[in-house]
C-alpha cells in the first residue's frame, strides 16, 4: 500500500534506459574533450616549433649584423688607407709628365 504523495517507483527496465541514454551521452562528450585536447597538445607542439625556428633566426640575424658591422670596419680601414696611395699615384703621374718634358728639352 502507498502512502499520501508518494509516486510510484519507474518500471525497472525504464530507469535502466535513462541511465544507459546518460553515459553514453557523457562518453560522447568524453572523447570530444579528450580530442579536443589532442588538438590543443598539437598546437603547442606546433607552437614550440616555429617559437624554437624564429629564435634561431633571431640569432643568426644578430650573428650576420655584427659580421655586417666587422666588414664595414674594415672597408673603411682599407678605403683610409687606399686614398694616400691614389694621392701618390696622381702625384707620381704629374712627376712622370715633368720627366718627359725635361727629357725631350734634352
Same mark, same amino acid.
Given at each position: ?71 664595414? +670596419? =674594415?672597408? #673603411?680601414?682599407?678605403?683610409? &688607407?687606399?686614398?694616400?696611395? @691614389? !694621392? +701618390? =699615384?696622381? #702625384?707620381?703621374?704629374?712627376? &712622370?709628365?715633368?720627366?718627359? @718634358? !725635361?727629357?725631350?728639352?734634352?
Amino acid at each position: 500500500t502507498m502512502m499520501p504523495g508518494e509516486t510510484p517507483p519507474p518500471p525497472a527496465g525504464t530507469a535502466a534506459a535513462g541511465a544507459c541514454a546518460n553515459c553514453g551521452v557523457l562518453q560522447q562528450n568524453i572523447n570530444e574533450y579528450v580530442a579536443a585536447l589532442i588538438t590543443l597538445k598539437q598546437k603547442m607542439i606546433d607552437g614550440d616549433r616555429l617559437l624554437t625556428e624564429y629564435q634561431q633566426k633571431c640569432t643568426d640575424i644578430l650573428y650576420y649584423s655584427i659580421k655586417i658591422s666587422a666588414l664595414r +670596419c =674594415q672597408v #673603411e680601414q682599407m678605403l683610409q &688607407k687606399i686614398l694616400p696611395l @691614389e !694621392k +701618390c =699615384q696622381e #702625384e707620381l703621374g704629374s712627376l &712622370k709628365a715633368e720627366l718627359e @718634358e !725635361k727629357k725631350v728639352c734634352l
